[in-house]
């Protein structure tokens, strides 16, 4: 009688399970399990004893140059704030201002100093640099868009103001693939206040807002986003909090200046181990001025100084090794835009030069003239600081040797931030022999930009 019960029970609950789906699962003992489907929520596979992998941030393909996060930093989906950084920072604050901002110059006083002159600025771009928040906080290739990804983004897509998880923001759809990304009307920080919310998407590009005068205020652009309007031409004081939406890609390549190459005739031999080019790099006659170059850098900057010097690491506040000597190596702009032998001089090469040639001192420079008679001339330009090309005619001269300082300082620290360079003082005296000091190799900062004069074998 018990088990005529059992089976009808086993059969009554049989003709339940085949109203409702059920799933099969087939076990490698070579049992099976039946199970409602109507009381799984998820299935995934996981290592007993281990914790899953974490997921980590999720990319879309719009069609575009780039891949975007589905969601801002600091958040989890995409309906969500995330932080607010200011421009450059890593981490999120409480206050966003002046006084709080990171790259704030604290010896800054308005009464003698131009507005600018409150931030170290960080350059035309800091894409997938140790000032990106994206790039320092998820790594391989997210990073902060450009202004240019960011219109690509605007331009190629169509715009929705819509409510996702009861928050408004902007979808964007893309024109070439149908693809989405949601962005939060998380509005921004102006010191402790929170503005804008749910009103505007403020997000800031990674690249800075340039003008031909360099002593204007300093500016970096940003896009907003809103229900009727949608652009990345604004731009704003870096020390404001906006969201990040990150992209995922390798940043945009370096452009290489367009330089004069030289001819066999601009070789000139003047009796020493090598021969010296008649012209500076970026220059196109002897007595013209060449491009400022950082040690080590490809280009000329706007402005120079060491927060934006590619070879500081705002994170350790240290210099980036990249030799003890750069000469003919990958570091070297002689080598790479003129090529064919040329290098930056040594050192040695440099020291040669003074010790064993005649030097004139005119208005503008000096007539180098080597043991055989033949004669370079070395203009004095200057030095490319952080307000920007020299502004006036009475300058020294600096030149760059590719060596490395590899001398240590009163705490045993190596003097990672100098490198060899030739310099020449302005002096004001009467006569002719007296516009410049003595020219002396010694050292100069990394960050600096000025020029170069290149050697061949």
């Not at 020493?272 to 013209?288: H, I, P, Q, R, Y």
């Not at 001339?377 to 300058?395: D, I, N, Q, V």
């Amino acid at each position: 009688m018990k088990k005529l019960l059992l089976s009808l029970l086993a059969l009554g609950s049989v003709a339940a399970m085949a109203q409702q789906k059920v799933m099969r699962i087939a076990l490698n003992d070579g049992t099976s399990q039946l199970v409602n489907v109507n009381d799984i929520s998820k299935i995934t596979f996981e290592n007993d004893g281990e914790d899953p992998e974490p997921e980590g941030p999720q990319m879309v393909d719009m069609g575009l140059s780039v891949k975007w996060a589905t969601y801002n930093m600091g958040a989890t989906k995409p309906s969500e704030y995330g932080n607010f950084y200011a421009y450059g920072e890593i981490e999120p604050k409480d206050v966003y201002s002046l006084e709080t901002y990171q790259w704030y110059y604290p010896d800054y006083n308005d009464w003698d100093c131009d507005q600018w002159e409150a931030y170290y600025k960080l350059g035309a771009t800091f894409t997938g640099t140790n000032y990106d928040v994206a790039h320092v906080k998820w790594g391989d290739q997210w990073r902060v868009p450009t202004k240019a990804e960011w219109d690509e983004l605007i331009y190629n897509c169509d715009w929705t103001w819509t409510s996702v998880s009861g928050g408004l923001g902007c979808k964007a759809t893309s024109r070439i693939n149908g693809n989405s990304i949601f962005l939060p009307a998380a509005g921004n920080m102006v010191d402790d206040q929170h503005t804008h919310d749910q009103l505007g998407c403020f997000y800031w590009t990674s690249t800075e807002y340039v003008q031909a005068d360099i002593s204007k205020e300093c500016r970096n652009y940003r896009a907003n986003l809103d229900a009727t309007n949608q652009s990345a031409d604004g731009y704003d004081y870096p020390e404001v909090g906006f969201s990040i939406r990150p992209v995922y890609g390798p940043a945009p390549a370096e452009l290489l200046p367009e330089v004069t190459y030289p001819s066999d005739e601009n070789m000139v031999d003047l009796g020493l181990s090598v021969k010296w080019a008649s012209f500076n790099l970026g220059a196109a006659k002897e007595s013209g001025t060449g491009l400022f170059f950082c040690w080590g850098e490809f280009t000329q900057k706007q402005y120079s100084h060491v927060y934006n010097y590619k070879y500081y690491d705002p994170l350790t506040d240290d210099y980036i090794n990249i030799g003890d000597q750069i000469s003919g190596t990958d570091y070297d702009v002689a080598a790479t835009l003129w090529g064919n032998g040329w290098r930056m001089p040594t050192m040695a090469e440099m020291q040669e030069l003074v010790d064993n040639c005649t030097w004139t001192a005119t208005s503008s420079g000096y007539k180098v003239t080597g043991p055989n008679g033949n004669s370079i001339f070395l203009p004095a330009c200057g030095m490319m600081t952080y307000k920007g090309a020299p502004r006036t005619s009475s300058e020294p001269g600096y030149y760059w040797c590719g060596d490395a300082d590899t001398r240590v300082n009163w705490e045993g620290k190596p003097m990672s931030s100098t490198a060899g360079a030739l310099r020449f003082s302005r002096a004001y005296g009467s006569n002719a022999s007296e516009y410049f000091g003595a020219p002396q190799v010694g050292y100069a900062s990394r960050a600096g930009g000025i020029q170069i004069r290149p050697v061949h074998q």
